[in-house]
């Protein structure tokens, strides 16, 4: 199965900065099926990016994915305060489907 | 619009079964699989399992596979998550989750079910 790492583990950052999220692949993601993921806690998941730059039904566009192949970003261009959560990214090119251990982002 | 509406809170024994319901409304309930997806107290997130929209093909996670089974009832919109042979670390909130259109993934999910395994 593909192992997906997320760099950093924790992202320190200010309202208005810019994050940027890391998500490597053990393998290359077929298709470029890599979707991330935004959870807050008590909530479940909502989907934000998938097919790797594609942002989903009603995400703001501070909202941004990028990448291919084994190498995927997210960046979020200027934290809103609600931006603070926890960032999973998945890959559902290959079965089974994995995530990453995710990407907590606090406030600095 | 579309919605997930899960039942409620589980507390099992070691060595019981659970059944989860995930109920499905604003949108075709044939058209979109429907994935499970759970999540242990303060860790991230574990893929468990589909049934796709035909209704005829399940997939299930390797380290669950022989303890679990995916089903639908179309007649009620219903998707269920059955667990048997229950242990203490398949302590989690499960959740129900639709897979959208073409290359689009999990675009609804459920409000999550607490299943405790305790004695």
């Known amino acids: 199965e593909i192992v997906l790492t997320q760099s950093p583990g924790t992202l320190s950052l200010s309202p208005g900065e810019r994050a940027t999220l890391s998500c490597r692949a053990s393998q290359r993601v077929s298709s470029d099926y890599l979707a991330w993921y935004q959870q807050k806690p008590g909530q479940a998941p909502r989907l934000l990016i998938y097919g790797a730059s594609s942002r989903a039904t009603g995400i703001p566009d501070r909202f941004s994915g990028s990448g291919s192949g084994t190498d995927f970003t997210l960046s979020i261009s200027r934290l809103g305060p609600e931006d603070f959560a926890v960032y999973y990214c998945q890959q559902y090119g290959s079965s089974p489907r994995t995530f990453g251990q995710g990407t907590k982002v606090e406030i600095k | 619009q579309v919605q997930l509406v899960q039942s409620g809170a589980e507390v099992k024994k070691p060595g019981a079964s659970v059944k989860i319901s995930c109920e499905a409304s604003g949108y075709t309930f044939t058209s979109h699989s429907i994935h499970w997806v759970r999540q242990a107290p303060g860790q991230g997130l574990e893929w468990v399992g589909i049934?796709?929209?035909?209704?005829?093909?399940?997939s299930y996670s390797q380290n669950l596979q022989g303890r679990v089974t995916v089903t639908r009832d179309t007649s009620t919109n219903t998707a269920y998550l059955e667990l048997r042979s229950l242990r203490f670390e398949d302590s989690a909130v499960y959740y129900c989750a639709r897979r959208g259109s073409g290359s689009c993934d999990l675009d609804y999910w459920g409000q999550g079910t607490l299943v405790t395994v305790s004695s």
């Open positions: 049934i796709r929209s035909s209704g005829e093909t399940t």
